[in-house]
């Protein structure tokens, strides 16, 4: 008789995983399964789905190939019952099983979900920590209790310490600071080129999975073509150590740039990997210390990169669970609007927003800086619904996970959960575009006026925000600056401001709700 089916999610694809941690491989059953539910949840990317599926399927091969029997439900596999829940009943039912084991899953509704999986199914359920991060849900817990702000900066401190990452022995950082955020601003010359970008050709399973995903989910925001993603931990490793050898050195250096049609500059393209389990965050940052430490790249690169993994990605994770369900029901500004129709179609005569969503769909990637600076910005700029903000962006990417993508949404970019994550919000004119990329020499506005026909529409928007919403700010010291530049305007400029960017909302297509 089948001891414990283990469950295994498709973003739980790690050897160490905890499901995995006691297997007995002459006794348990691994299951695996593609089910429309998770497919669908929201119309994800079609380059995500076939990420997934495609890895699961490799992983699955992986774990058979060492003697594991492993259990692999396909999605077109005709008794398939559509749902994760439908698929661990039918194999503990098949196996006469005593127990089902699984990691937690990385987002709420299927945590929510899953706590009732033992009355439903009849038998124990173990639901065991996901110990693939740095820092525990109860050890996030016990750093917040108490704190007045949590801001990330403390957090990561924290993390520096318990992990010895980047510390010297008598425990001061390297080169005597924590956070070398200063030296990572520059804006990229023109005559800096990136590196070539690493990519794997898909294989016969691959180009299976591509298939179907075309076939059943062609109709989803984004294209298959061009799918490059590594779909094993191996070619995920490897596409991290081209990182290592011809990114990381200018990472921090250019970590903000951005330039029209160079979607990656010097960034890793790595959270798809790293989400779904085909890479360890320890070993991630492990690797990156040890290239400063062989003087491979500069600390600013290598500190920059690891605050981004030691530091946000746990941070935020920590207020995820720390903080849901709430979290997510909160619309700190009142935010309402639609979202604009360019944000599934592309159409704008912005040449920052074209750009991001035109390559968001091509790749189901954007670096940080477009998605909270251009697509984050203009959201917040517009007083976008934040349910409908952040579906966009759970869609749209292909390392989105509601853990991960809710607090950098909700929190940083659209300042919708008052100021849990950040201390003001992250909203910017077009000048902050224009200093740091090269859209704007391709734009018909020019983001240097702000009244005339061709201004910036950032411009009136930005200004239009900080007067909606200046009774909330009034007060908070880092957005003094701003407050006072609008109160030293004459109230006939406040008011062209205003309705400049009224008419330009006014002006614009909003998507149906559900549409896509
Ligand atoms: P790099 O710039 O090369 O950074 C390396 C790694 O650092 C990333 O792979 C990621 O694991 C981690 N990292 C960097 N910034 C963050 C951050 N703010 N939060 C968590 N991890 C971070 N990241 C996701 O993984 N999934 C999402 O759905 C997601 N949605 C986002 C939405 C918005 C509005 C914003 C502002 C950020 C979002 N991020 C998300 C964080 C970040 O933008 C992506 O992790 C990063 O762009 C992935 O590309 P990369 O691997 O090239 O990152
Ligand atoms: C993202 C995703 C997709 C598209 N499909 C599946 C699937 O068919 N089976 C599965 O086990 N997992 C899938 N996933 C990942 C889950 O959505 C993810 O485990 C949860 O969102 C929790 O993070
Ligand atoms: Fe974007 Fe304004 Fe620059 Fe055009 S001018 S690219 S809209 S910031």
């Given at each position: 008789m089948t001891q414990t089916v283990r469950l295994l999610l498709g973003d739980q694809l790690s050897?160490?995983?905890?499901?995995?941690g006691d297997l007995d491989v002459e006794r348990d059953v691994v299951l695996m399964a593609e089910v429309m539910a998770e497919a669908t949840y929201v119309r994800h990317h079609p380059k995500k789905i076939a990420f997934v599926f495609s890895a699961m399927r490799h992983f699955a091969d992986a774990l058979k190939a060492e003697g594991v029997t492993v259990e692999y439900v396909r999605l077109d596999d005709p008794d398939n019952s559509g749902s994760l829940a439908g698929e661990a009943q039918r194999a503990v039912a098949r196996h006469g099983a005593a127990k089902l084991a699984v990691t937690e899953p990385g987002e709420w509704r299927l945590a929510e979900e899953m706590a009732g999986w033992q009355e439903r199914l009849g038998l124990p359920v173990e639901v065991r920590d996901d110990s693939r991060f740095?820092?525990?849900?109860?050890?996030?817990?016990?750093?917040?209790?108490?704190?007045?702000?949590?801001?990330?900066?403390?957090?990561?401190?924290?993390?520096?310490?318990?992990?010895?990452?980047?510390?010297?022995?008598?425990?001061?950082?390297?080169?005597?600071?924590?956070?070398?955020?200063?030296?990572?601003?520059?804006?990229?010359p023109p005559e800096v080129e990136a590196p070539p970008r690493h990519g794997v050709e898909p294989d016969a399973i691959t180009q299976d999975v591509i298939d179907l995903v075309a076939e059943r989910f062609g109709h989803h925001f984004g294209t298959l073509d061009g799918f490059d993603f590594a779909v094993t931990a191996d070619d995920a490793k490897a596409g991290f150590e081209h990182f290592v050898t011809h990114a990381l050195p200018r990472f921090g250096d250019y970590q903000d740039a951005m330039r029209l049609g160079d979607p990656l500059l010097f960034h890793a393209r790595i959270g798809v990997y790293l989400n779904a389990g085909l890479l360890s965050p320890q070993r991630v940052c492990e690797r990156a210390e040890q290239a400063w430490r062989e003087g491979d790249a500069p600390l600013n690169a290598v500190e920059g990169f690891i605050r981004q993994i030691l530091g946000w990605r746990e941070y935020v994770r920590g207020i995820y669970w720390l903080k849901m369900p709430d979290y997510a029901a909160r619309n700190a500004l009142s935010a309402e609007r639609r979202l604009p129709e360019f944000y599934w179609t592309g159409e704008t005569d912005m040449a920052c927003l074209r750009d991001c969503v035109e390559q968001t769909r091509r790749e189901a990637y954007a670096h940080h800086i477009q998605r909270l600076m251009v697509l984050g910005n203009f959201a917040l700029l517009a007083g976008v619904d934040p349910a409908a903000v952040n579906y966009w962006y759970m869609v749209v990417y292909a390392d989105a996970y509601e853990w991960v993508e809710l607090p950098n949404v909700h929190g940083m970019a659209?300042?919708?959960?008052?100021?849990?994550?950040?201390?003001?919000?992250?909203?910017?004119?077009?000048?902050?575009?224009?200093?740091?990329?090269?859209?704007?020499?391709?734009?018909r506005y020019d983001p240097k006026k702000q009244l005339e026909k061709n201004a910036c529409p950032f411009n009136a928007l930005y200004w239009r925000f900080i007067m909606t919403h200046r009774e909330t700010f009034q007060g908070n010291p880092r957005m003094a600056f701003p407050l006072k530049t609008l109160d030293r305007m004459t109230p006939e400029k406040r008011e062209a401001l205003h309705a400049k960017g009224d008419g330009f909302l006014e002006g614009l297509s909003y998507a149906e709700p559900g549409a896509w």
């Open positions: 050897r160490d995983i905890s499901s995995l740095f820092c525990s849900r109860a050890a996030f817990a016990d750093w917040a209790e108490g704190r007045k702000s949590l801001r990330m900066e403390h957090f990561y401190r924290e993390m520096r310490r318990s992990t010895g990452l980047l510390m010297e022995p008598d425990g001061k950082p390297v080169g005597d600071r924590w956070n070398l955020d200063q030296e990572n601003r520059k804006a990229i659209i300042h919708a959960d008052g100021g849990v994550m950040a201390s003001k919000p992250y909203a910017a004119s077009g000048k902050y575009i224009d200093r740091m990329s090269d859209y704007c020499k391709h734009c």
